[in-house]
């Protein structure tokens, strides 16, 4: 059972390339979301997704696109990369609304910006 | 959203048990209480989570002050592998139905 699976682990891009990190979860979840983790800090919600065709903002979603065609795959855009977006990136999988679930988390993506 | 309290880091000997607190004063009477441990250069992963009672798992116990304002995550024979960063993370669903993180409690552990 492979889970979340992240692509790629790691990424150096130059400022104002674009990119696209790829998640996929074979766990049938619905809810489908990306944050991001800077040094030291806890994660960020970026974007998330509760079903196919459905997505919205989290917290920190400027600089980002997403778009959820499938139920297993909710891949996180880059338009125009800036040092700022330096970070490791997460994705997560779970079933939506239940609180009793817990979410499944990739590996991450390590993205450095120069 | 409802915040939470844990202390930056904690050191403990291998094969002892350690007790890391979380206080969270503002909980909300549906808050659950989820518990996530990051491994050095992994993602997050679920460790336990509880409502009212304590609750206990193959990893951990989660022992719950009757008020609920505050929690402790029991290990309870420490290895060198649960040497991490643990969140308590107060989760509700609703609107972003994502995870709130604080910054975590480092655990060390020293063999």
């Known amino acids: 059972n492979a889970g979340v699976t992240q692509t790629p682990k790691f990424q150096v891009l130059k400022t104002g390339q674009s990119m696209t990190l790829q998640c996929a979860q074979d766990?049938?979840?619905?809810?489908m979301s990306w944050y991001r983790q800077d040094p030291g800090m806890g994660l960020r919600l970026i974007h998330y997704?509760?079903?196919?065709?459905?997505?919205d903002q989290g917290e920190v979603p400027n600089g980002y696109n997403v778009s959820r065609s499938t139920t297993e795959d909710f891949p996180l855009r880059l338009l125009s990369a800036a040092p700022s977006q330096t970070s490791v990136y997460f994705c997560?999988?779970?079933?939506?609304?239940?609180?009793?679930?817990?979410?499944?988390f990739g590996q991450g993506t390590r993205l450095t910006v120069v | 959203d409802a915040k939470t309290t844990q202390p930056n880091s904690m050191e403990s000997n291998e094969e002892e048990p350690v007790h890391l607190p979380c206080n969270h004063s503002?909980?909300?009477?549906?808050?659950?209480i989820h518990w996530y441990r990051q491994l050095p250069s992994q993602g997050p992963e679920y460790v336990i989570h509880?409502?009212?009672s304590n609750v206990n798992n193959r990893m951990a116990s989660l022992a719950i002050a009757e008020d609920r304002k505050s929690s402790t995550l029991i290990l309870h024979r420490a290895t060198l592998r649960d040497a991490a960063v643990y969140y308590c993370?107060?989760?509700?669903?609703?609107?972003?139905?994502?995870?709130?993180f604080g910054k975590g409690t480092h655990l060390i552990i020293q063999p």
């Open positions: 997704s509760v079903g196919a065709g459905i997505t």
């Open positions: 509880g409502l009212t």
């Open positions: 503002t909980i909300s009477g549906t808050d659950y």
């Open positions: 766990m049938n979840h619905e809810y």
């Open positions: 993370i107060l989760y509700s669903g609703g609107g972003a139905d994502g995870l709130t």
């Open positions: 997560a999988s779970k079933t939506p609304g239940h609180l009793n679930t817990e979410a499944f």
